[in-house]
């Protein structure tokens, strides 16, 4: 079992930069592939950005690509997102997640989720 809660947050304006982070409480933080999701007001939830146990490979979508990153620090269990250049397309709640399995990080539905963080990106 796993416990995830998020937070970083806010209202920016285009071009800010803002720094979201999940910390997770529970057994086992380096058994999990920790991802971040997010869910646009009347759009399906999207894939972010995910990373391995040892933060020595991640995956991210094209759309944030070269402006959001990903990393964790295992001695705090906690997962960040650091996102950059920020639109107003970005605007969004995101959401931490954790699974032991890559694809269901990637591809279908993690099995832990936090309760979201509302980012919102004004032009």
């Known amino acids: 079992q796993v416990q995830l809660v998020e937070s970083g947050g806010g209202w920016v304006q285009a071009g800010d930069s803002l720094r979201l982070s999940c910390v997770a409480s529970?057994?086992?933080?380096?058994?999990?592939?920790l991802a971040w999701f997010r869910q646009a007001p009347g759009k399906e939830r999207e894939f972010v950005a995910a990373?391995?146990?040892?933060?020595?490979?991640?995956y991210d979508t094209e759309s944030v690509e070269g402006r959001f990153t990903i990393s964790r620090d295992n001695a705090k269990n906690t997962v960040y997102l650091q996102m950059n250049n920020l639109k107003p397309e970005d605007t969004a709640v995101y959401y931490c997640?954790?699974?032991?399995?890559?694809?269901?990080?990637?591809?279908?539905?993690?099995?832990?989720w936090g309760q979201g963080t509302q980012v919102t990106v004004s032009s």
């Open positions: 997640a954790a699974d032991m399995v890559l694809r269901k990080v990637r591809y279908t539905t993690p099995t832990y």
């Open positions: 529970g057994r086992s933080f380096t058994s999990y592939y």
């Open positions: 990373i391995n146990w040892s933060g020595s490979v991640t």
